[in-house]
């Protein structure tokens, strides 16, 4: 009789045992099925920011993207010049008596200035004050008055930072400095939402935060994530078409953001050692993260094509394609390998 129950008993362990394989194997077949293309866009940081890789598994696939797009809106909010609450407007409020930043401030202000060291000056997140200049004549539509450019000018100088590790305590050295992270807070935020898919487990992905482009691992085959270099005259068309996989490509030009006036174009970009717009038409820079390469293109920009080359040929992993007003292409000795298609333009000396 104890037997008899006994293996009854034993008999619905075993077929419990049985419905809970199947169903665990009905779980993974749904998972592990061929990976699928998800792509999403959203409209974030003043520009559209597209998010693809290739995942099995819809929800894992949801949960991630949502994690990456959270990350942008975060960094957003941290960075942004436009929000009167975000940390960045804090910190040009009270930077000239000292502002004890946040880790995260803190370390993307060091890594800027340490760029700007990098590149001679060329970029320099100080521009604050050149930056509200040319808003006030772009939204007055004229061109920026050379004498408040002067004035603003003057107060712009990353060496006027001072940086104290410890406290995290960021001061300026002179009243009415102000820092902008427009060449570098779209990268950075590309290089967040990367980290955020990577907590997810997709390891390779494209992200396209409106010209700054992080492409990490490949597609399932193996294959690199094509990346479009616009033609900065014909907008809608690609000048050449890169191959890319673990690195990022930004672009910076002044087609994207000028203002028109007396028949002369004044870019958004300036050159922080005369004060004076820049008149770059188009840098790519390629770099290893896209924090680099967002701050390094408009330091391209800025340097002109010579200096811009040597100054690629001289960094590690950093490749730099310049194309001028008149279709000329100058470009740094490895960026030929990212080519998949050659670059419409005429290579110049
Ligand atoms: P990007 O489109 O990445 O080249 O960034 C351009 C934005 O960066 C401008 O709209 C300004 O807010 C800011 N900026 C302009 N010139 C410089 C510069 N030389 N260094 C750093 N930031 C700059
Ligand atoms: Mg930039």
């Known amino acids: 009789m104890n037997r008899d129950i006994f293996s009854r008993h034993d008999y619905c362990i075993l077929i419990c045992a049985g419905l809970c394989l199947l169903c665990v194997s009905i779980f993974m077949c749904g998972c592990a099925g061929p990976p699928v293309k998800h792509s999403r866009t959203r409209e974030q940081m003043g520009t559209f920011v597209t998010i693809t890789f290739y995942a099995s598994g819809a929800r894992r696939a949801d949960i991630a993207m949502e994690s990456a797009f959270d990350e942008i809106d975060r960094v957003a909010s941290i960075m942004s010049a436009y929000d009167p609450g975000s940390e960045l407007n804090r910190l ?3 930077g000239w008596s000292g502002y004890e930043a946040s880790d995260e401030l803190f370390a993307v202000i060091e890594r800027s200035v340490s760029i700007s060291e990098m590149t001679g000056g060329a970029f320099d997140i100080t521009v604050g004050p050149l930056v509200d200049e040319w808003k006030k ?18 107060k712009v100088g990353y060496e006027k930072i001072s940086l104290d590790g410890e406290t995290k305590t960021i001061s300026f050295g002179e009243p009415g400095m102000s820092v ?21 487990g997709i390891e390779s992905a494209i992200i396209d935060a409106g010209g700054d482009v992080l492409a990490r691992g490949t597609k399932p085959g193996g294959e690199a994530w094509s990346v479009a270099v616009l033609d900065p005259r014909r907008h809608s068309e690609a000048a050449t078409i890169l191959e890319v996989r673990d690195a990022a490509v930004a672009t910076s030009g002044d087609y994207r953001r ?26 790519t820079a390629i770099a290893p993260d896209a924090t680099l390469a967002d701050a390094l293109s408009t330091a391209f920009c800025v340097m002109g094509p010579e200096e811009a080359v040597r100054g690629a040929d001289g960094i590690a992993d950093v490749e730099v394609l310049i194309i001028d007003n008149s279709g000329n292409t100058f470009s740094s000795e490895g960026f030929g390998d990212y080519y998949s298609q050659p670059v419409r333009g005429r290579e110049a000396d």
């Open 137 to 154: 004549a772009k939204s007055q539509d004229r061109a920026p008055g050379r004498s408040a450019f002067e004035t603003a000018g003057r």
């Open 180 to 200: 902008d992270l427009g060449a570098v807070a779209k990268g950075y935020a590309a290089d967040c939402a990367m980290e955020a898919l990577r907590r997810h």
């Open 258 to 283: 000028f203002i028109e006036s007396g028949g002369r174009k004044y870019s958004h970009i300036f050159d922080p050692r005369t004060g004076r717009p820049s008149d770059c038409v188009s840098a």
């Open 92 to 94: 040009n409020e009270s």
